[in-house]
């Protein structure tokens, strides 16, 4: 029995990771559109969840992308060398097969051959027992995991936008973001993407707690675990790439009123730049770290305690007697600074130009849309 539903299960198994192969590329391309969209639009970039330097919303939205891709080149890969186990009998010594055919070695070799490429796999498994190693599921939903990492992580990150009026993952005519709260324009899609994503990790441990278990050439007591988490896996990517892509095709980015907020931490976001103007006016580094803080830090309370809307960062250091910049000149530098992003575009570029290699690869999953199958 084991002959036929092994190799069902992992011809089931590579079908699955063909159509979720079609839907990352989808997936990668429209992240690719969305990040040309806004290659050079100024954001306040932040880490620990902080204002620290100026990107653009292109770049974010690469960097997503980009890890998208890494997944994808895993996932392509797997399926390239993904095995069938093959014709392989009871316990895996092909004896059946051997005795079936007068005992003629060269024709059970024909046959499993034939099996393999009728099935559509480019390699199969020779020391195999009962079953095929289940380690080879966990590399499924590891894959799967990975995958699922870079769209997760733009979710979450869009989700964290739209609670600062940012960006939004769209909000459709009649659409109640709040039964209580009719103001609220709730980021549900993202949240769904981010336990979508859950989900596939809780697999994945299941998955992983299968492989080193095997029994001898082989038992079922995989099964009861097996025939959960690999179609639910399975179900999970889908609906979280189906979701996913909805939220690409809705995404709103609110460039006005991200003006502002990169506006209002620019003195912040250029202490940086700031920091090597002083250092090349002579003053040294130390010195000039500790200003910076000192009055960074002093803006940050005025404006959180309400005492002032303004950044006061610059009037402050100005008059500092030791601070070899004047206002002007440090007026000057901010303006310079806002658009300052570094590589951002060349990023942004080249990671447009690794996209079109896979839309080249597989033309067929350019368009796919929410609902439709590569």
Same mark, same amino acid.
């Given at each position: ?24 590329? $989808? ?11 806004? %290659? ?5 970039? @932040? ?61 059970? @070799? ?21 079953v095929y190693p289940r380690s080879l599921d966990t590399a499924v939903v590891d894959t799967l995991v990975e995958l699922a990492a870079g769209p997760s992580n733009f979710a979450k990150t869009l989700r964290l936008m739209a609670g600062h009026e940012l960006a939004s993952e769209g909000f459709a005519p009649g659409q109640t973001g709040s039964s209580a709260m009719p103001h609220k ?6 949240? @769904? ?9 809780? #697999? ?14 082989? *038992? ?11 179609? *639910? ?29 990169? %506006?209002? #931490? ?9 920091? !090597? ?5 002579? !003053? ?11 009055? $960074? ?52 570029? $080249? ?8 839309? *080249?690869? #597989? ?12």
């Amino acid at each position: 029995s084991r002959d036929l539903t092994e190799n069902v299960e992992q011809l089931q198994i590579k079908r699955s990771l063909d159509l979720v192969l079609g839907k990352a590329v $989808a997936t990668l391309a429209k992240i690719e559109k969305r990040a040309v969209e806004h %290659t050079a639009t100024p954001l306040g970039a @932040r880490t620990h969840n902080v204002a620290a330097q100026v990107t653009s919303v292109g770049k974010r939205w690469a960097m997503f992308g980009e890890e998208l891709a890494l997944g994808l080149k895993r996932l392509e890969s797997l399926i390239e060398m993904y095995p069938l186990r093959g014709l392989k009998g009871a316990v895996g010594t092909q004896k059946d097969a051997l005795q079936l055919l007068g005992g003629d070695a060269s024709k059970v @070799r024909e046959l499993e051959e034939a099996i393999s490429e009728h099935l559509g796999f480019a390699d199969s498994l020779n020391n195999v027992g009962q079953v095929y190693p289940r380690s080879l599921d966990t590399a499924v939903v590891d894959t799967l995991v990975e995958l699922a990492a870079g769209p997760s992580n733009f979710a979450k990150t869009l989700r964290l936008m739209a609670g600062h009026e940012l960006a939004s993952e769209g909000f459709a005519p009649g659409q109640t973001g709040s039964s209580a709260m009719p103001h609220k324009m709730n980021s549900r899609s993202c949240e @769904r993407v981010n336990g979508f994503h859950t989900i596939l990790k809780g #697999y994945q441990t299941m998955a992983a707690g299968l492989a080193g278990d095997q029994w001898n050439e082989g *038992d079922v007591s995989c099964s009861v675990v097996r025939r959960v988490c690999l179609p *639910d896996a399975f179900f999970a990517m889908d609906g979280l790439f189906e979701t996913f892509l909805t939220v690409l095709n809705q995404l709103e980015v609110n460039a006005a009123v991200i003006d502002t907020e990169v %506006t209002r #931490y620019l003195p912040f976001l250029a202490s940086t730049s700031l920091l !090597m103007a002083a250092v090349g006016r002579g !003053m040294g580094r130390e010195q000039a770290h500790g200003l910076v803080k000192k009055h $960074a830090l002093a803006a940050i309370a005025a404006m959180r305690s309400g005492e002032t809307v303004e950044n006061r960062m610059l009037a402050d250091l100005s008059a500092e007697s030791a601070w070899p910049l004047n206002l002007q000149e440090m007026s000057t530098l901010l303006e310079t600074a806002k658009h300052e992003i570094g590589m951002a575009e060349a990023q942004v570029a $080249a990671f447009s130009d690794a996209v079109a290699v896979w839309v *080249d690869k #597989y033309p067929a999953a350019k368009d796919l849309e929410p609902g439709s199958i590569l």
